[in-house]
C-alpha cells in the first residue's frame, strides 16, 4: 500500500535529490547505476555540474497538518534531526524551524553538505 500511495513522491524526491547532488562540488553524484527512473529520458551531460559550493538537502519525515499559522507543533525536544534518522511523520512547521535555525547563513554549518532526515520521534 506504501509504494503505490508514495510511489511517485519518492521518484519525484530521488530525481530532485540526484539533481541537487549533482549540482554540488562537495557532495559525490551517485554513479550512473542509480539515475532515478524519472531522470533517465533525459541528457544527464547537457546539464551544468559541480557548481554549488555548499548545500543542504533537507528530507523531512511525511508531512503532516495543513501548514496554517497556529498549528499544534511537538517542539524541538521532541524533534528528530541526523541523517539516516528513522521518523515517520513531522509537520511543516517543524521542517521550517529547523531551516530557520540550523540551515540559514549564519546558523552554523553542522549541516552544510549533508542530507538531515527531520522528523518526530
Known sequence: MYKI????????????????????????????????????????????????????????????????PGEQVRGAEKTVVGEGATVWTVNRAEVGRFIVDSCLPGAGDEWVNKAPTVGWK
Not at 530532485?16 to 547505476?33: N, V
Open 5 to 68: 500511495l508514495l510511489d511517485t513522491p519518492h521518484q519525484d524526491k530521488a530525481g530532485l535529490e540526484y539533481l541537487i547532488r549533482r549540482s554540488s562540488s562537495i557532495i559525490p553524484t551517485p554513479p550512473p547505476t542509480e539515475i532515478p527512473p524519472l531522470l533517465r529520458s533525459i541528457n544527464l551531460n547537457d546539464l551544468k555540474s559541480d557548481f554549488i559550493p555548499e548545500v543542504i538537502i533537507v528530507r523531512p519525515a511525511l508531512l503532516m497538518g495543513d501548514g496554517k
